[in-house]
Nanobody
């Protein structure tokens, strides 16, 4: 059974940075396109960044130039480096594969506030 465990969230001031991590088990991690999603209060979950097995990346317009997704296939882990954070980035962040998703993990809360 697939298990996804996100960590690294917290409270940060506008302009600050955070690095999120997501460990995966129960899958052949390296073969999947992985993504970071987020869900803000009252809004639908959105996909903000993806990375292929070979490291090609893609970003939503809302985070392009500020967020960087990366992966370590040997550690079954995907990361999201978030810089220049804005209050609009406040959300619960989740990782999952792109497309047909597995069961969701618990997510990690990111709050951007002064």
């Amino acid at each position: 059974q697939v298990q996804l465990v996100e960590s690294g969230g917290g409270l940060v001031q506008p302009g600050g940075s955070l690095r999120l991590s997501c460990g995966a088990s129960g899958i052949i991690f390296s073969t999947h396109v992985m993504g970071w999603y987020r869900q803000a209060p009252g809004k639908q979950r959105e996909l903000v960044a993806t990375i292929t097995s070979l490291g090609s990346t893609n970003y939503s317009d809302s985070v392009k130039g500020r967020f960087t997704i990366s992966r370590d296939n040997a550690k079954n882990t995907v990361y999201l480096q978030m810089n220049s954070l804005k209050p609009d980035d406040t959300a619960v962040y989740y990782c999952n594969r792109k497309g047909v998703t597995w069961n969701w993990g618990q997510g990690t809360q990111v709050t951007v506030s002064s």
